[in-house]
């Protein structure tokens, strides 16, 4: 009898994934100085959205995150200098301390909830994080 399963003769396809890096110092400071123009200015509700995505910028930056884990953040998963959750897309643990510029920056953000930095906590996560992104 002949063996007719043609995907026996087939080998693992190979994968090289290049590794996302961070931002360069001078593309960061071109993000950053695109901030600059709204500092000052409040949105219709009175929050200073210059401050938030600054501080949204900093977090995404200095730990990695995708936006959906930093949009949920909360207070209780920053322990002085140190961030420590579980992401929600893998569960996987991230643990690591943030600059103390980072950390600063995040104290000032204004915030809806008490609990979280970047969205009011009640309703969809998945809306919060779209308006985010755009």
Known sequence: MVDQ???RKLKNAKVSQRPTLPFEREEMLRI???LDPCVGQTAPRGRDNPGRFR???LILRWT???IGDTVNLSS???EGNKLRLYTQKTGVHVC???PDFV???LETVPRINE???FWAGAGNLEIAVSGWQK
Do not use: D, P, Q
């Open 5 to 7: 399963n043609f995907a």
């Open 32 to 34: 950053l100085a695109a």
């Open 55 to 57: 501080s949204l910028v």
């Open 64 to 66: 990695g995150l995708r």
């Open 76 to 78: 209780e998963k920053i």
């Open 96 to 98: 690591g301390v943030l």
């Open 103 to 105: 950390v600063k920056t």
């Open 115 to 117: 609990r979280f930095f």
